[in-house]
């Protein structure tokens, strides 16, 4: 595995102000750096993982996904040019822009920029989340997820997981074709849904507590249509989370407890139920797409689909007591 993370996204919009407003005060980003043209932001360590600028359209203008060495970076130059796709080599003056050692640019098949780079520079002071927050999930997870949407799958598919080595987690057939892909234990940091246009479908970001997600939630409904899916919880990477609308005209997925999976033992699976064990009411449907998902979500409560919290050390405590479900699941999977 040579790509090891989501290491930055840059973004478009028209009203940088909003962005601010958004990013600090919803989801607890910390702003860093702001131009005439620009606002950066960091949520970890890192010097800065969103880079919003003044440009029409909306949607991500490039995505920077993560090397661990000078050597990979190469290795993956050669193998691209080998395999007939157009590499540069970023400037000095554009590592130092993305404050990163090195990198290289290319074009996925839909023309999406894409930049692979090593050598992130961290900052020297603690990151001062915009709200109060228990801070985000990152490290070696990377800064969350994107999904994007597609007009054909298949081609995305032969690139990422062909030509760059993104991993499949598991996938959706019906009602589109959906599938997730691995580059480090969280379930996906990249996912594709067919329906018909190439742009970004919702990004993620994950929070240490829950109740970051609930005050979260509470901050988004102050707001007249700022909510886009209602909390939820995913059926294949167990997140609980809400969704909102970016001022980058996509979604931002916030959630919390998503499962770490185990690369080396991994089978991808087609998912039937979901994608959601309950909630995840989705504004941006239609009302024929709405009718399948409330279905959808009704035999999933039927059937009683469910799975445990996936929990981190130091943000839960172990109650006395036994839990029957959970002892009957783990002996069904030790015997299955
Ligand atoms: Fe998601």
Sequence with gaps: MEIQALGYVGLRASDLDEWTRYGTGLLGLQLVDRSAKSRAFRMDDRKQRFIVSDEPGGGASFYGWEVPDAATLDAMADRLQKAGIAVARGSRALADERFVRDLIVFSDPVGN??????????????????????????????????VLTVANIDEMVAFYSGVLGFKLTDYFVSPYRVSFYHVNPRHHSLGFVEVGTNGV????????????????????????????????????????????????????????????????NWTPNEVTDGPSAWGHDRQWLNDDEKQVAKRIRMEAAQKGVRSPVQVIEGNYNRMPGVCPWFDTVSRERKAG
Excluded at 231 to 247: A, C, E, Q
């Design 201 to 264: 479908h919702h990004m993620m970001v994950e929070l240490f507590s829950l109740d970051d997600v609930g005050q979260g939630y509470d901050v988004a409904q102050m707001e007249e249509g700022r909510v886009t899916s209602t909390l939820g919880r995913h059926i294949n990477d167990m997140v609980t989370s809400f969704y909102t609308k970016t001022p980058s005209g996509f979604h931002m997925e916030y959630g919390w407890g998503g499962r770490a999976i185990d690369m080396d």
């Design 113 to 146: 920029r894409v930049e692979v780079f090593h050598g992130p520079q961290v900052a020297n002071e603690p990151f001062k989340a915009g709200r109060t927050i228990s801070g985000f999930r990152t490290g070696p997870l990377g800064m969350g997820h994107v």
